[in-house]
C-alpha cells in the first residue's frame, strides 16, 4: 500500500476554495473505509492495496461529492469506488494517473477543484481549480529503455525494498528523474534479498554488470559470499543524490 494521504478542503475570508495535502494521515480516518472495502474484497486491505493510496478527503466548505474524470481500468472494479463515510467526508482508493473532481456544495453555491495522482515513483497528489492533462511518461518517446521498463514495474505493483535499492543505486539519475526518494541500503542482505535483487536485474540492460556494482560496494551482496541470516538487516538511510559505495563496518 502507498502512502496515505489527506486532502481538506475549505473556504478562505474571500469565499474561494482552498485547499490543504497532508501526509501523516491518521488511520482512524480512514479505518471505517477499511472495513468496507474488506467486505466488498472479502480480503485483507492490505492484500488488495497493493500499489493503491488510500486518500481521506474531507470539506469544511460543504458536502461533499467525488466523482472520476478519468484514470486507470480499476475503477471499473466496484470494490475500489470511493467510500463515502458522512456528507463531507470520502476515502478514494488511488493509483497513478487516478483524477478525480472534488465538490464541495453549500448555500453559497457549488465549487470544485481537481485531483490528480502523479506517475512519479513516489506519486504525488496534485490539485488544481481546473483539469489536470498529465501524459503517462511510457507513453512519451523515452530513449532510455531502463527508465520506460522501471516506470512500467511501478504501475503494475509496489517495489520491494531491495527492489528500490536496486534501482535507486544502480539507475540513479533515473530514480531523480522520475520522483524517486530516500530509500533504505541493505548492507547484510538475505539469501532471498540476493534472489529478488537477481531476478528484478533481468528487467534491465546490463543486468550482471549493474548487480555486480553491489558486490563492490558491500562485500555481503556477492553472490559467492557464504550467507549466515542476520536476526535483522542492518539498515540506513541516504538520499539519491548521495548514492555512493560504504565501506564495510566492523563489528
Known sequence: MLSPRSVTLYLDEENILQYAIRSNTDIGDYLGSMRILQ????????????????????????????APVSGTPHQLDSAYLPVQSTSTESTLFLQRGDHYVLRASAD?????????????????????????????PVDDPIADHDAIRLLQILQSRELAPVEQFFAAFTMPHVWKKYGGGAVPVITKPSARDKQTCELFAQNFTR??????????????????????????????????DSIAPRPRMRM
Not at 551482496?221 to 538487516?233: G, K, N, R, T
Open 108 to 136: 453559497q453555491g457549488a465549487k470544485q477543484v481537481f485531483l490528480f495522482v502523479s506517475y512519479d515513483i513516489n506519486p504525488k497528489i496534485l490539485l488544481a481549480p481546473t483539469p489536470i492533462v498529465m501524459r503517462n
Open 39 to 66: 467486505e466488498r474484497t472479502g480480503k485483507a486491505p492490505r492484500a488488495v492495496l497493493d500499489n493503491f493510496m488510500p486518500v481521506f478527503v474531507s470539506s469544511a466548505a460543504g458536502t461533499l461529492t467525488v
Open 207 to 240: 543486468a550482471e554488470d549493474r548487480f555486480r556494482t553491489f558486490a563492490q560496494a558491500w562485500p555481503d551482496w556477492d553472490p559467492a559470499q557464504p550467507q549466515i541470516e542476520p536476526a535483522a538487516a542492518l539498515i540506513t538511510t541516504i538520499n539519491e
